[in-house]
């Protein structure tokens, strides 16, 4: 009974009853209109009319338009409604101002090979004299971020568990000295966190300044409630990412799902790894949980800075002093010779253009000999289903493990309808034997991957936050390689026959798939 009074009583749950109070009165009182007046009903079609013909002038993805087609059409003028205030996605003069002033900040960032301060041009130039198809994909990224650039002088390690990056955290942050930057969507109180927390709290007390940055909705059902402020009480300098509020707002389905950790401008950490005792197999939830994660040392680890601070500012609403840490990032020990090139991916207008989703189909579309994918979940777009069909029709090889226990059972099945198109053209999709695979790599060719957060789903595609490092001619593609190759030899490969939905299942994915697109 607590326990339900607790949920009830929560900020979450009120401000979720105040938010549905707000859609509930919004439409009585447009239907109420709608029905009792004729000048409301011709404002309304004329509203509706104005709706659609914005909608199909916007150069937007094709399944978007359809899902607001819809609402629009079938929940007039409700829909038409809804349509102006989530659709609009426009920063506020003052926000936007603010993240011009960020960008223009975080873009004075330079770093130092053989002594001298560059940007990245010479870096670009030997990866364009070596590998042209290489460049064009590296030029992509770099248009479509702004913050993002190219580095030489640094090396990396994959982790395929939790387990052993968990162990190898631990260790670079018992060596902090100067600071500690953790960005991450999920938080919870636990034997991982507690042992991190502890480490935390040891470095304030040594004089290492802390960050923290977590996300308010991913974290509503692992974290007390205003948690930052008890971390903040003990020394750790701790944010909540969009907090939620009892308001109207699309920004609460743009979710900070980035899970980047820095020690000192050493090193960094990213992939699909959270802090939470599932992500290292502590509680068992669906059966292992197999995940994955990088470890960056060297200069790419200013790309992760920037990244790290640029949400850090915009949540503080204060510019952080770069050079103060910028200046502690330096060449890899030993540099493995890759190029790295860590890069953000979220909504517009944040971003102008879907950064991870473009670097995928770079990768997908120019594959010559075959292509890996490892995703929780598998609900793709027009654009990233063709890429994946014609590179298994002009005979890349292209196989994609999935989860063999999901963790939403809608999701499942979402996943599980896009499998037959796709295995049509001869794409080899697995499901992974042993439970549950959290892991989000791609590569191809022993040349390429990126590691991440990167979900193939529309959230992380189109409404999250998330970030990534693009690798090329690391040895680690090769390790995630061996590591993929060991994951499908514990995997079950799907035919049509087992890929085939029920009755239910169809009527379920059909109904979901018109508004996937906006969940």
Known sequence: MRKICRVFFSRYFISAALILAELVLLGYILFWAY???WIALLFFAAVNAAALISLINRDANPEYKVSWLAVITVLPPFGAALYSIFYSRRLSRKNAEFMRRIYDNLDDFRYTVDGKATKGEEEFGLLHSELPLAAGKAHAILNDDRLANIYLQSSSRFFSSGEDMFESILEDLSKAKKYVFL???IIEEGKMWDRIHALLKQKVREGVEVRLLYDDIGCMKTLPARYDRRLCAE?????RFSPVSPRISTAHNNRDHRKILIVDGRVAYTGGINIADEYINRKKRFGYWKD?????????VLGFLKLFLSSWDFTAGSLSEVDKYSSDVIPAPVSDG???IPFGSGPAPVYERPVGK???????NQAEKYLYITTPYLIVDYDLTESLRNAALRGVDVRIITPGVADKKLIKIMTKSSYP???????RIYEYARGFIHEKTILSDDLYAIVGTINLDYRSLVHHFEDAVWMCGTPTVRKIREEFIKTVSVSNQKDSKAARLTPLEWIVRNLIRIFAPLL
């Not at 020394?235 to 944010?239: S, T």
């Not at 994955?292 to 790419?300: H, S, V």
């Not at 473009?358 to 997908?364: E, G, K, R, T």
């Open 35 to 37: 029905e009792y007046s």
């Open 183 to 185: 960005e991450y969507f």
């Open 235 to 239: 020394g750790i300098k701790c944010k």
């Open 292 to 300: 994955g994660g990088i470890r960056i040392e060297g200069e790419a």
């Open 338 to 340: 890759g190029f790295y």
């Open 358 to 364: 473009n670097a995928l189909l770079n990768l997908i």
């Open 421 to 427: 198109y796709l295995m049509r053209a001869g794409v």
